[in-house]
C-alpha cells in the first residue's frame, strides 16, 4: 500500500531527531507511557471539506482553543495497538485493520466522522518509515501505538462538532510482565458500574477509562490488580475489567466461556482468542456469565482457568478474586496450561514466528 492517498500529504522532519545512542539507551529499558518517538502524525477533518492537511511532523504540544469540544464535552476516541520487530529485522502489526474498523465504530457512537481504513493504516506507514528504529528487538518489547481522534472545534454548546483532529503518537514499551506473566488478584466492584445498555462500553472512548478510575483505585487499595465490572442492570453478570476482557475454562468440557458484547468493548485480542480456542478444539460459547457461578465453579474446581486479555498485556492469568463477600481463587492462584499455551500462540503470531494462516498481519516495508 502506498500513501499517496492521504490528504495535502506533507512532511516534516524531525530538525534535532534523538541521537542513535540515546535512542538505544533509551530501548534498553523503555518505559511505557513516558517516552514518545521523534514524530508524530495529524490529519483534520472540517464539515463541508472533509479530511485535509495530513501532516507527519516532529513530535511536541499541540495547540487547541480553551474553548476546544472536547475538553468539555469529551468526544475523543483512541485505539492501542503495536508495532512488533520480527526475527528477521522486519516490522509487523497485528490485525491492524480490525483497530481501523473498530476507530470508525466508536466513531459512530460518539458522533464523529469516520477515517477512511486506509489512510489509518497509512499514518501508522508514515510514522514507521521515519521511525521504524524505535521498534525495540527485546523479547515481548515493542513499539505501542496510539491513534486518537478529538473534537477540536472552539464552541461552547452540545452538539457534534464541526472540526476534528485525528493524531498518532507511539512509545516503546518492555514486555508487560518482566520474567513471565504472574496471576492478577481482582476486585469486584459492587458500587460502580463502567457502562449500562445503550451507553458508551462499546466505544472505546476516553470517558469510559476516566469512569473507571475511581474502581480502580479501590481495587488497588484492597491490594488487588485490577476492578471487575459487573452489569449495570443486576450487578450480577461479569462485564470486563477496567482495561481487559475476561474468559473463563472448563478444561474437562472443553468450553471456554466470555461475556457477551453490548456494554463491553470489542477487544481485538478477543475476537483473536476466540478463532484460536476454537481451532484448538475448544467450544467458545459468548453469553453472560455470574459471578456467582464464577465463585461457585472455581471453589468446586470445575471452572479451571481464567484469564484477561488485552493488547498491552496480551493474556494474563487471573488467580485470586476479591470483593465485599470474602474472596475465592481459581486453579489455587496459579497460570493455567490452556491459558499460557494460548498466550504462545498470540506472541509467535505477533512475533513473525508462526505462519500467519489468518492474514493477520500487516508487513511494513
Known sequence: MTTDGLPDLRREPHPNPTPDAEREAILADPVFGTVFTDHMFSLTWTEGRGWHSATLKPYGPITISPAAAVLHYAQ????????????????????????ARRLNISATRMAMPHLPEEWFLAS???????????????DEATLY???????????????????????????????????????LTLWVSEEYNRAGPGGTGAAKAGGNYAASLLPQSEAIDHGCDQVIFL??????????????????????????????????????????????????????RETKYSIDRWREDAESGVLTEAFACGTAAVITPVGTVKGRKGSFTINGGEA????????QTLLDLQYGRAEDTHDWITKID
Open 76 to 99: 475523543e476516541i483512541f485505539e492501542g495497538l503495536k508495532a512488533y520487530r520480527h526475527e528477521d529485522g522486519s516490522l509487523g502489526l497485528f490485525r491492524a485493520e480490525a483497530n
Open 124 to 138: 501508522i506507514r508514515e510514522l514507521l518509515a521515519v521511525d521504524g528504529a524505535w521498534v525495540p528487538s527485546q
Open 145 to 183: 501505538l496510539r491513534p486518537y481522534m478529538i473534537a477540536s472545534e472552539a464552541f461552547l454548546g452540545v452538539r457534534p462538532a464541526k472540526e476534528y483532529t485525528y493524531l498518532l503518537i507511539a512509545s516503546p514499551a518492555a514486555a508487560y510482565f518482566k520474567g513471565g506473566p504472574k496471576p
Open 231 to 284: 452489569d449495570a442492570v443486576e450487578f450480577k453478570y461479569v462485564d470486563e475489567l477496567g482495561g481487559m476482557n475476561l474468559f473463563f475454562a472448563y478444561e474437562n468440557e472443553r468450553v471456554l466461556y466470555t461475556p457477551e458484547l453490548g456494554t463491553i468493548l470489542p477487544g481485538i485480542t478477543r475476537d483473536a482468542i476466540l478463532t484460536l480456542a476454537t481451532e484448538a478444539g475448544w467450544e467458545v
Open 336 to 343: 493455567g496450561k490452556f491459558t499460557m499455551q494460548l498466550r
